[in-house]
């Protein structure tokens, strides 16, 4: 768990939804691995493959990539140079995490038919290493080099912009981190721990 002095940051948030997807990616690759050596002659179920394509494409690129993209990088861009900046080789990335979550979300579907499959498999296996290794550096750029640059250019009025932006960005499409907590249905649900935490603590805040 983050620092509590730490919760009402969105950076804090991003590190932390990372830390689920070293976790979920390393979980499925391994799982696919055990295949490695019985490529063609068993059965892959598509079950958890079009799991884990539907996690690529929910969590990792709409929930936490679109944050990133709408309501961090905007931010930054004034701060980066237009070209060539660390902002522009993230979305390169961001783009080829979309392309290898398309080969698993279509070989997912190919193996419900044939699940046999050896090419199909054989798809699975390599995209699935290829997912851990992009995502693993890609994160650690984040973490280490992208995060803390935006602590020293950003003011602190940008990113209390950027906490508001996240709120409305989470308040609109959904959170990845408080999705278990909370009343179903409730607006809180859809809000970060972190986030949530940090508006009630604000709300206080702003009433006395
Ligand atoms: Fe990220």
Known sequence: MPDPSTLTDPLTCLVEEHRIFRRETKSFLEQVQRYGALIGTVPLDAAPVRKFAR????DVDRLHGGKEEKALFPFLSGHLPPEG?????????????RGLQHTLATSGEKLETDAEAAEVQQAVLDSAGQVHRLLDEHIEKEDTVLFP????????????????????FEGEHGAILG???GSPGTQERAL??????????RDT???A
Request: proline share 8%.
């Open 55 to 58: 996690f690529l494409e929910e």
């Open 85 to 97: 900046g660390p902002v522009e080789v993230l979305l390169v990335e961001h783009g080829d995490l």
């Open 149 to 168: 640059m935006a602590r020293e250019v950003l003011s602190p009025k940008e990113m209390d912009d950027v906490r508001e932006a996240f709120r409305a």
């Open 179 to 181: 999705r278990a907590t």
């Open 192 to 201: 970060p721990p972190f986030c949530a935490a940090g508006r009630a603590r």
């Open 205 to 207: 805040a702003e009433r």
